[in-house]
């Protein structure tokens, strides 16, 4: 099993407040014999007669000494999930998940917008302290 990011717990409330429920903690991901794991996957349900929406969440603090380093292991990652998410369930949409701090900070820069932009990231922004999801990136 894989170590738990140190926003895991923040991110899993803030979700549960905002009226998803956990379907999965941690969601595996399987590509022949080697599994990875997105932190989280969620659903919740939008109208009885559209049925509901499932997402799988990628949590990462970005505490790292370099942002440039922390871009590249996030975007290494998140690209390499959603690439198995789409072969295996690709009704589920792939967030990840960053701490107010590094929306503001890193994700705002110029190469944070490079990775944005040209690799269509999808952001959950969480609030640490208030334990809430400030917005939904796409």
Do not use: C
Request: proline content about 3%.
């Amino acid at each position: 099993m894989p170590q738990r990011d140190r926003y895991h717990g923040i991110v899993h409330d803030a979700l549960v407040a905002d009226g998803w429920s956990i379907t999965h903690d941690p969601y595996t991901l399987g590509a022949g014999s080697t599994n990875v794991y997105v932190d989280l996957g969620a659903e919740r349900v939008i109208a009885a007669e559209r049925g509901s929406e499932r997402i799988a969440v990628e949590v990462k603090s970005f505490l790292g000494r370099s942002s440039a380093a922390d871009i590249e292991q996030a975007l290494g990652q998140y690209l390499l999930y959603r690439g198995l998410l789409a072969r295996q369930e690709p009704e589920r949409t792939l967030f990840l998940a960053v701490p107010h701090e590094a929306w503001e900070g890193v994700w705002s820069s110029a190469l944070g917008r490079v990775a944005l932009d040209d690799y269509r990231v999808k952001v959950l922004v969480f609030n640490i302290e208030e334990g809430s999801i400030e917005r939904w990136h796409s």
